[in-house]
């Protein structure tokens, strides 16, 4: 990622220097934001992080998502800390939920949070919950809005995106063979799915579950996403 200041280089899909899909700088009313977001990843995350994994040490049992004693608690201050100076839910671009900022701007935030493994989840823009955020805002119900994409927005829980199976090759989703069938008001599900990323966090609460709903529709229409709570 170049500094947002630096000479870019022209589009492969355009030579004409005076496109202004050619400008990949970061505007300047981003510039103060991410300055911002440098000043307290070196301030607050860096220092916190290097007292939360000094803590790991003292985590008890095997479950590896468990926290240890006081590693929450960092956390949340350092989140409460990010709420306050206002850096919070940056990849959003509609400004009712989000930052508002345009994909390019964030890139440049974006890749400032991915040199400290804990930033993004300080500011709440950790994968996959950014991801499932957005499909929850653009295509939620009312109803899912309240129960699901509120407190994700607080970042009061986490979530997990579930499409990868054990014996398909899902990555591609028209391979996925994980089906629902709508049985009275009920969806029933059959299948089986691993590498669900944040599944196993003591705060993550739902799941979007990939599934099959129309088998026998055009290859790229099948495909159904359900909301799993996970208990």
């Known amino acids: 990622m170049n500094e947002p200041g630096a000479p870019i280089a022209l589009s492969m899909f355009s030579t004409d220097p005076s496109d202004p899909l050619n400008d990949l700088r970061m505007s300047e009313r981003s510039r103060p934001l991410y300055e911002h977001v440098k000043r307290f990843i070196a301030a607050t995350v860096n220092p916190m992080a290097e007292k939360y994994e000094g803590l790991s040490a003292n985590r008890t049992g095997e479950d590896r998502w468990t926290y240890a004693p006081g590693q929450l608690e960092l956390l949340d201050a350092a989140k409460a800390q990010a709420k306050k100076e206002g850096l919070w839910n940056f990849f959003l671009p509609d400004a009712q939920t989000g930052e508002g900022l345009s994909n390019l701007d964030y890139a440049y935030i974006a890749a400032e949070l991915g040199k400290s493994p804990m930033a993004s989840e300080c500011m709440n823009c950790s994968a996959p919950d950014t991801g499932n955020m957005e499909v929850l805002e653009r295509v939620g119900t009312p109803e899912q809005k ?3 994409l509120k407190p994700l927005l607080a970042g009061e829980i986490r979530s997990a995106y579930a499409m990868t199976e054990v ?57 159904s996403m359900i909301l799993v709570p996970k208990d």
């Open 146 to 148: 309240a129960q699901w």
């Open 167 to 223: 014996h398909h090759a899902s990555s591609d989703a028209r391979n996925i063979a994980t089906s629902a069938r709508l049985e009275g008001n009920e969806w029933v599900i059959n299948g089986e799915k691993h590498y669900i990323s944040g599944a196993g966090s003591p705060r993550c609460k739902i799941l979007i579950t990939m599934v099959r709903t129309s088998p026998n529709a055009p290859p790229h229409k099948q495909q």
